[in-house]
């Protein structure tokens, strides 16, 4: 576990995420949100799953910050109804377990940095000294009481888990060490200096400094590693690093402990001097700007406004933009003063009569932008979700309006964070005199829509000008009243009573368009809303040299809260001249655009519904309905059992005499041999046609089915592979077993989850676990190409989570209420569980059935 930084104490102001995560400043925005907000912290392994666990309370992690807000540390709501005694008292042996292993690694650690204190001590009474005897103690300050505070609990701890009995108590061993942090306050108060004076002596002894680069920590029992070097600074950090992960350990163990239970009211206290300890040791949060304010005043007539993300010196910016009759405005909302109206601040303004768009060959080189990797985006999007359902319970229960209001604005935040840093698609407006500004949008919709504005006002005769400082004040200070878009365009804005949008899967055929007036390679995209901004989710072929194109392609389309879904129409260039450099993509010509709305009633009908969308002329003809993701993912025994969809995967392999049904590697071994490169591969929607022509053809065992593979569009073969899981009879994962995933994987001390999901895996049938771990390497080499395919673990893990865990409609059913809870509670768990067994190192069937891991249990 190596620390991610050591110098000073950055790493506690992340404790500070952990314990007030529903409770911050609200100061921290302006109204309109504006102000940028700080980066979020990434993830630490010591703390994964805090703050997005679904099963997490509010309660526990809100600390309040107002004078007299006491705090329950009481983990769940189960208490209060009841855990299930049995499987809880498994859960805390798990937990117990692992946590052991780790105190082991930790006193090891301690050994290792005591380790050369007496040598240096017995040295500096010498003519020769390496350090003095102030330094040493500077340096060593309190180990030797931690090591032997840690040491005791560990020795009294470990008999109990060896000789497990469900009516064991460790709670007041826990309570002890909690008793115990003053300790760890002397030394987090210690630990700056201690870090630079270990740095100067390093600097200026020779031999310090080979003592401190490479301490020698023994390995834990069972392992394969006898010793590990670890560097002095590192496990000086160890410490601090240390109380985080016992606060974890005390809220997985009070989740997993009957309220009766004797231990239940000691570890509860033990956690709530844990938490109070790690309150008093963060960082004062920084003095945040204040606000100058302008005149109003009015001018000109505003065309189009909208926020835009702009690349403005080499970081996002969100901005105002304001197309008004002769000039495009950039600009920030300010944050107002007490008492004063809110104002825009201008960034920049270009007349029309100077503004050029510079075609993809002439753009010079966009600046170095970060991207934002996908599997960020969609774990923001995993907590903007629980946060949702975390809202929904507190209104259920009739909650406090202070704790849903807290809920809001980190949403807000997080949702603020999605918008930032999604969008990818270049927009580059140029100053013929000068300048050029970036713009990063998420649609090629919204690219269009603001080029073809500007160009239709440029048709005008348009004179270029300079605006003196004063009419540009009075033009800025004309936005606030004019603007027609005021809220950023966040799910947390929108009121109560506004509609949620659909959750589940649209089912769309693109049949065809008509009203070309000249032959052309034509293709469409479809793009649907989700998180407040638009993404595409499917694109037809390419229909060559036509004026009336015939795709007749069914694409299924997830929906995530959306309201609208777009069409694009493409001209395909093949030219490789027209290179865009902003993005290395060759620029296709938009041939017409257009959107319609998602009306519940309208789509959520069994039935497919026809409509035509009208875009400069054009007309494109499609169906669509709509499947809720409960009814999309049920699953549905076969009544014939000679084929392979819908048939138990123990039958299926009985017959075939294989390990891995043949169907699951056949798709895969195509999927590598030619789709590996291909962008959105397990993403981007297959044509529905095929994937039934190959599901009657894998059903029916024909012997044409290489051929027919051969020839199959790819993402075909992978929605075949997708279907093929989807519809077994029972998910790959097992019913069983899968309660006991979702429990293991909110453990949230990395030993205990490490134990328990190992374990879980050798408790599957052995044809679920030999096609589990066939499918799992071959996503791993799908995610070894993510910078050509796009698809990253976390991807993958989204596409495939839900299909490989989802519970037969048997065990679901009272599972969950509101369509938006069944993303937001079960499936952002089922990738969670696939995405920890994608991101472990390659597991060996045979080593998992050989090795039980250290204080193993059965669930």
Partial sequence: MEPLSHRGL????????????????????????????????????????????????????????????GVSPTPTDSHSTGVDAGKGLEMRKLVLSGFLASEEIYINQLEALLLP????????????????????????????????????????????????????????????????????????????????????CSQSNNQFQKISEELKVKGPKDSKESHTSVTMEALLYKPIDRVTRSTLVLHDLLKHTPADHPDYPLLQDALRISQNFLSSINEDIDPRRTAVTTPKGETRQLVKDGFLVELSEGSRKLRHVFLFTDVLLCAKLKKAAVGKHQQYDCKWYVPLADLVFPSPEESEHCPQVHVIPDHELEDMKMKISAIKSEVQKEKANKGQSR???????????????????????????????????????????????????????????LQAFVLSSVE????????????????????????????????????????????????????????????????????????????????????????????????????????????????????????????IQLDPQAVQTKNWHMDVIEMNGIKVEFSMKFTSRDMSLK????????????????????????????????????????????????????????????????????????????????????????????????????????????????????????????????????????????????????????????MSLHNLATVFGPTLLRPSEGESKGHLTLASDIWSHDVMAQVQVLLYYLQHPPISFTELKRNTLYFSTDV
């Avoid at 995209?525 to 595409?536: A, I, K, N, P, R």
């Fill in 10 to 69: 950055p790493r506690l102001s992340w404790i500070d995420t952990l314990y007030s995560n529903f409770n911050y400043g609200a100061d921290e925005y302006d109204t309109e949100g504006n102000e940028e907000p700080k980066a979020l912290p990434e993830g630490s392994e010591t703390m994964p799953y805090i703050d997005e666990s679904p099963t997490m309370s509010p309660q526990l992690s809100a600390r309040g910050q107002d004078s007299g807000d």
């Fill in 117 to 200: 204190m007496k040598p240096l001590k017995a040295t500096a009474t010498t003519s020769q000294p390496v350090l003095t005897l102030q330094q040493i103690e500077t340096i060593f300050y309190k180990i030797q009481d931690i090591y032997e505070i840690h040491k005791e609990f560990y020795d009294s701890l470990c008999p109990k888990v060896q000789q497990w009995d469900s009516n064991v108590t460790m709670g007041h061993l826990f309570q002890k060490l909690a008793s115990q942090l003053g300790v760890y306050k002397a030394f987090v108060d210690n630990y700056k200096i201690a870090l630079e004076t270990a740095e100067k």
């Fill in 403 to 461: 704790a849903i209001e807290r809920l809001k604005k980190k949403m807000f935040e997080n949702e603020f964070w999605l918008l930032l840093n999604s969008p990818a698609i270049p927009f580059r407006i140029h100053n013929r005199n000068g300048k050029s500004y970036l713009f990063l949008l998420s649609s090629d919709y919204e690219r269009s829509e603001w080029r073809e504005a500007i160009q239709r006002l440029q048709k005008k005769d």
């Fill in 472 to 595: 540009l004040q009075v033009l800025t200070g004309s936005c606030f009243k004019l603007r027609t878009v005021h809220n950023i365009p966040v799910t947390s804005n929108k009121d109560d009573d506004e509609s949620p949008g659909l959750y589940g899967f649209l089912h769309v055929i693109v049949h065809s368009a008509k009203g070309f007036k000249q032959s052309a390679n034509l293709y469409c995209t479809l793009e649907v809303d989700s998180f407040g901004y638009f993404v595409s989710k499917a694109k037809t072929r390419v229909f060559r040299d036509t004026t009336e194109p015939q795709w007749n392609e069914e694409f299924e389309i997830e929906l995530e809260g959306s309201q609208s879904l777009r069409i694009l129409c493409y001209e395909k260039c093949y030219d490789k001249t027209k290179l865009n450099k902003d993005n290395n993509e060759i620029v296709d010509k938009i041939m017409g655009k257009g959107q």
């Fill in 635 to 790: 699953r549905t025994p076969s009544k014939k059992q000679t084929g392979v969809f819908g048939v138990k995967i123990s039958v299926v392999t009985k017959r075939e005499r294989s390990k891995v049904p043949y169907i699951v590697r056949q798709c895969i071994e195509e999927v590598e041999k030619r789709g590996i490169d291909e962008v959105g591969i397990y993403r981007i929607s297959g044509v529905a046609t095929d994937i039934q022509a190959l599901k009657a053809v894998f059903d029916a065992n024909n012997k044409d089915i290489l051929v027919m593979l051969s020839d199959m569009d790819i993402n075909a073969i992978a929605g075949t592979l997708k279907l093929y899981f989807r519809e077994l009879p029972e998910p790959l994962l097992t019913d069983r077993l899968y309660p006991a995933f979702m429990e293991g994987i909110a453990l949230s001390d990395p030993a205990a989850k490490e134990n328990c999901m190992m374990h879980l895996l050798r408790s599957l049938p052995d044809p679920n676990l030999i096609t589990f771990l066939f499918l799992l390497e071959h996503l791993k080499r799908v995610a070894e190409k993510e910078p050509i395919n796009k």
